[in-house]
T-cell receptor, first 114, second 113 residues
Framework: ETGVTQTPRHLVMGMTNKKSLKCEQHLGHNAMYWYKQSAKKPLELMFVYSLEERVENNSVPSRFSPECPNSSHLFLHLHTLQPEDSALYLC?????????????FGQGTRLTVV | QQQVKQSPQSLIVQKGGISIINCAYENTAFDYFPWYQQFPGKGPALLIAIRPDVSEKKEGRFTISFNKSAKQFSLHIMDSQPGDSATYFCAARGGGSQGNLIFGKGTKLSVKP
């Protein structure tokens, strides 16, 4: 285990549903990230939080809404998703300033939008 | 300029052979080059990393070769084992105010017994 826990591991949702992905890190890190991993595409950075403040939003559609209530928890709220949003969503954390150290990844949430 | 180009997309190697995966970048502001290993059902995990002030770094059977002038770096897996079968991602950090990691598309390695 890497110290980054994601729930649920698998999620199937309809296009009209609202769901949330949860990430918790037990490493004392001060930066957390959401990545999207699709087949045959690079890992896509979606959001970055440093010290609980969103510092980057890479042109992600508004149907994805992140929340970082404290330095250990990160959520990704989902609503009115599209089938092309089906992917593996990975959470990661790091310490020492954003991007300054190794990023530790969770096991991901496999999302299927039907 | 923010891209990291990785090749090949897939690689099949016999047990005991050498696996070589290549990456190239454009942005000279990148300052940290990690390789991640991902097994099915797991998140990526850091395997080995290098900074541009050295040309080679070795950890066990894994070696990174770095060519700063060519803006290329590669991962060599010596004596490849079936347990090395995984997807490997190169990455580069920097080039922006936050210094986030930019990942290659990944290489799926299969080591045949």
């Amino acid at each position: 285990e890497t110290g980054v826990t994601q729930t649920p591991r698998h999620l199937v949702m309809g296009m009209t549903n609202k769901k949330s992905l949860k990430c918790e890190q037990h490493l004392g890190h001060n930066a957390m990230y959401w990545y999207k991993q699709s087949a045959k595409k690079p890992l896509e950075l979606m959001f970055v939080y440093s010290l609980e403040e969103r510092v980057e939003n890479n042109s992600v559609p508004s149907r994805f809404s992140p929340e970082c209530p404290n330095s250990s928890h990160l959520f990704l709220h989902l609503h009115t998703l599209q089938p092309e949003d089906s992917a593996l969503y990975l959470c990661a954390s790091s310490q020492g300033g954003v991007g300054n150290t190794e990023a530790f990844f969770g096991q991901g949430t496999r999302l299927t939008v039907v | 300029q923010q891209q990291v180009k990785q090749s090949p997309q897939s690689l099949i190697v016999q047990k005991g052979g050498i696996s070589i995966i290549n990456c190239a970048y454009e942005n000279t502001a990148f300052d940290y080059f990690p390789w991640y290993q991902q097994f099915p059902g797991k998140g990526p995990a850091l395997l080995i990393a290098i900074r541009p002030d050295v040309s080679e770094k070795k950890e066990g059977r894994f070696t990174i070769s770095f060519n700063k002038s060519a803006k290329q770096f590669s991962l060599h897996i010596m004596d490849s084992q079936p347990g090395d079968s995984a997807t490997y991602f190169c990455a580069a950090r920097g080039g922006g105010s936050q210094g986030n990691l930019i990942f290659g598309k990944g290489t799926k390695l299969s080591v045949k017994p």
